[in-house]
């Protein structure tokens, strides 16, 4: 069984960093397209980033700022978060999919197979 577990959320003051880890079990981190997705409190939840061995992606919101990285020896994956603004807030999900990188991009959250319970980052202003 596939499980994912999100760590290292918390509170930060605008402008800081932070750093949100990945770790999967139950499969390898390999065959797996990973992502990152955050659902502010009363919003609908939004794909950040994608990573393969086919290439990144980032949304519009958080490229130059975020940077997805994995290490399959450890099986997990990481979200490194600079100049963190108020509107970052949000509960961050790490996710993974099945599906290539390309198939990951088109379908979004509706293409995930797995998903992490989330945790939550709070950036104060």
């Known amino acids: 069984q596939v499980q994912l577990v999100e760590s290292g959320g918390g509170l930060v003051q605008a402008g800081g960093s932070l750093g949100l880890s990945c770790a999967v079990s139950?499969?390898?981190?390999?065959?797996?397209?990973m992502a990152w997705f955050r659902q502010p409190s009363g919003k609908e939840r939004e794909l950040l980033a994608v990573i393969s061995g086919l290439g990144t992606y980032y949304s519009d919101s958080v490229k130059g700022r975020f940077t997805i990285s994995r290490d399959n020896a450890k099986n997990t994956v990481y979200l490194r978060m600079n100049s963190l603004k108020p509107e970052d807030t949000a509960v961050y999900y790490c996710a993974a999919s099945r599906r290539n990188y390309y198939n990951t991009l088109r379908e979004g959250s509706a293409g995930m197979d797995y998903w992490g319970k989330g945790t939550l980052v709070t950036v104060s202003s």
């Open positions: 139950g499969g390898a981190l390999g065959s797996f397209t």
